[in-house]
């Protein structure tokens, strides 16, 4: 298989490590590109965030050391943007960047507070029942549908970790994924994603730091999205350098146990198809 990764942190955001560190180790791992996604700054003051002020510095960088080991391997400099309603225009292209991948992990409250997707268990409950006056069902619809709002307003490359609210459901004690009503509000996404070409991050971090047993998407979705033609790229959401390619062989088996037999890398700027080997 042909190792890549384009969702990775460092220290510019949440990452354990500097940018240099992470390069350094997908040479030696045989990695033929790899692309940084620091969390971009929104209005929202948040620790796990690129500054404002460091944007610059953070998009120098990662072209310095595009240039410093361009003979060893590729790398792209790209930022995992947050989407809410009320997001300015331009939020999604106003950075001169390669390639965007769009999340959402929180709700801002109307008093400023930030309400966790992708947060610890008591936070994650604080969201169900003061935030969705605990309606489990109100909260997956809106965390979906600001999927399909991010896409049809900015079209971002791929999505993040698509299903992370699943990240504290474990023994499916909010919902079961295979209820009906919950499989609906999947399809509503899938069928947006196949139309406009918006690609699965499918993401193995939940697997590596020990939140899950399967990668973002749940394998049913991956199936579903194999089935629609969406495309796919393998990344680890790596915060430190030794998770570069945490879990990548066993959820490539996933991938093609759920009808996958490709995925999509950077190659010289341009997205290409090669075999999931």
């Known amino acids: 298989m042909i190792k890549t990764n384009y969702h990775m942190h460092s220290t510019y955001s949440d990452g354990k490590a500097e940018p240099e560190a992470y390069v350094k180790t997908a040479i030696e791992r045989g990695f033929s590109s790899i692309g940084f996604s620091e969390h971009g700054p929104t209005k929202f003051i948040k620790h796990w965030e690129l500054k404002a002020e460091k944007v610059d510095e953070y998009i120098g960088e990662i072209r310095r050391l595009k240039n410093l080991y361009s003979d060893k391997i590729e790398i792209y400099c790209g930022m995992e943007l947050d989407y809410f309603p009320g997001i300015e225009e331009n939020a999604f292209s106003k950075h001169d960047i390669d390639y965007v991948i769009g999340s959402i992990h929180y709700f801002p409250g109307q008093d400023g507070e930030i309400y966790g997707v992708d947060c610890k268990f008591e936070e994650f409950k604080k969201t169900i029942f003061d935030y969705f006056e605990g309606d489990i069902k109100a909260m997956v619809h809106e965390y979906y549908y600001r999927i399909i709002q991010m896409i049809d307003k900015f079209n971002p490359e791929m999505i ?4 992370l609210i699943k990240i ?6 909010f919902f079961k994924e295979s209820e009906n009503w919950y499989k609906d509000e999947i399809m509503k996404v899938l069928e947006v994603m196949a139309k406009k070409g918006t690609m699965f991050d499918v993401n193995t971090g939940g697997i590596t730091r020990g939140f899950l047993s399967d990668p973002y998407p749940s394998p049913w979705i991956l199936k579903n999205g194999a089935r629609l033609k969406i495309p796919v790229v393998l990344n680890s959401d790596a915060h ?6 945490g879990n990548f062989e066993s959820v490539r088996e996933i991938m093609k146990l759920s009808g996958y037999k490709s995925k999509m890398i950077l190659r010289e700027g341009k997205w290409e198809e090669v075999p999931l080997k």
């Not at 993040?160 to 299903?163: C, I, L, S, T």
């Not at 504290?168 to 004690?173: A, C, E, I, R, V």
């Open 160 to 163: 993040g970790h698509f299903d």
């Open 168 to 173: 504290n459901n474990n023994g499916q004690q």
């Open 240 to 245: 430190t350098p030794e998770n570069i390619e």
